[in-house]
């Protein structure tokens, strides 16, 4: 029997290069522009999370943004309502995910068919009998239904209207989709209707969601861990673990001993590893806490030797960086947190708190780095006040 190659060492300026690569953060124009580029990078990224904080622009828009420098929010409304290359389900959260992967999130509509969704265990068969057939009417959003008779909410974020819950949870079982979003009112629609079906497409196999789940995380994130495969999903370590192992043993993947990591075990792709060159040095990037590349707070601080803090939730007096500090990314290195907060009704972007981190704390570096940042502000900006 021959022995398991030693894993590769990797330092962590190697595995930035090799993560922002593969998130299209080295590049100016990765996806192109207009819906398609919009298809485009959610197809890549696997997904793009939606948040309902909108103290500036919602993270949806703003993780689009970061990689398509000309982005407007009417790209995304193509991309769902018309070309409906992009469906919103649950991943780790509430994302936008590709058309073409829906089969992958069927078996967990179909669970939730069958036995029901945590969250909404008070609906009542007779409110989901009522939307559903209000649905068969037409598409449909909460403001269209003005007869419920509100109840207590069972915990904080749940709405006291009944229809609203019969919606949400149609929505979790797959009998309804998300057709259309303005801001964050919903129009919802029956999921055969709106993408033009007979029938359901066929349910991915266990197989085929956890090749899915290991396919996604190395195309968007280079080098991989099963913590980063499968982030806040537990019950799938077993499964991407033995298809890793499978995949070792074809050469597929290369073990990988990432400076820093300790125990934690790393895999990548031999032809990831062997790529050479580094991305635009010049680029910067003021990225959302929910962008791919902050969200796991224990990788991110790993890879870039950044804590980030979010702490819309902590009270004033114990923040760190603010309310809603946004990371600066400088070529491969996360310099600064910006509390930022549009004035939309003054027309104006306003600085909260600018906090200097990693080596933006190098009073030698500090000139230059705040003149490009100063750049991106003016280009954000427009941004979040743009129609």
């Known amino acids: 029997m021959s022995r398991a190659a030693e894993p590769l060492s990797l330092n962590n300026a190697a595995a930035r290069h090799i993560w922002l690569r593969a998130q299209r ?4 124009v990765p996806f192109g522009e207009g819906a398609s580029a919009v298809a485009a990078a959610v197809a890549h990224l696997g997904y793009v999370q939606i948040d309902t904080i909108n103290v500036i622009e919602r993270c949806h828009h703003h993780i689009l943004f970061t990689r398509i420098p000309d982005y407007r929010r009417a790209d995304l409304k193509q991309a769902q309502s018309r070309d409906k290359s992009v469906f919103e389900y649950w991943t780790h959260a509430l994302s936008y995910i590709p058309s073409k992967d829906i089969g992958i999130f069927l078996p967990a509509m179909k669970a939730h068919k069958r036995e029901g969704h945590r969250w909404f265990g008070s609906v009542k068969p007779a409110d989901t009998r009522k939307v559903m057939r209000l649905l068969r009417a037409g598409p449909l959003t909460i403001r269209d239904i003005e007869d419920d008779v509100l109840v207590e909410k069972e915990h904080l974020w749940q709405s006291r209207k009944p229809s609203k819950r019969a919606l949400q949870l149609a929505f979790y079982t797959g009998a309804v989709t998300i057709s259309e979003r303005q801001g964050m009112l919903k129009t919802y629609e029956l999921m055969n209707r709106h993408f033009g079906w007979d029938k359901l497409p066929r349910p991915a196999s266990a197989r085929e969601i956890t090749a899915y789940l290991l396919d996604r995380a190395l195309r968007a994130q280079g080098v991989v861990s099963l913590d980063s495969i499968c982030y806040l999903d537990a019950p799938s370590k077993k499964p991407v673990r033995s298809l890793i192992e499978a995949r070792l043993r074809r050469k597929e993947l290369v073990q990988v001993a990432l400076e820093g990591a300790g125990k934690q075990e790393h895999w990548a792709r031999p032809e990831v590893l062997e790529a ?18 902050i969200i796991q707070r224990k990788r991110t601080e790993l890879f870039f030797g950044y804590g980030h803090r979010f702490e819309a939730y902590v009270p004033k007096e114990k923040r760190l960086f603010g309310y809603f500090a946004l990371p600066v990314l400088v070529g491969d290195d996360i310099v600064a947190a910006l509390d930022l907060k549009t004035d939309r009704q003054n027309k104006k972007l306003l600085m909260q708190k600018w906090s200097w981190v990693g080596n933006g704390n190098k ?25």
Request: hydrophobic residues 35%; charged residues 40%; without cysteine.
């Open 25 to 28: 953060l080295d590049t100016q």
């Open 363 to 387: 009073q030698a570096a500090r000139k230059e780095l705040k003149r490009r940042i100063e750049e991106e502000l003016d280009r954000f900006e427009r941004f979040q006040l743009a129609d």
């Open 276 to 293: 050479t060159g580094e991305g635009d040095p010049t680029l910067v990037h003021i990225l959302s806490p929910f962008d791919p590349l």
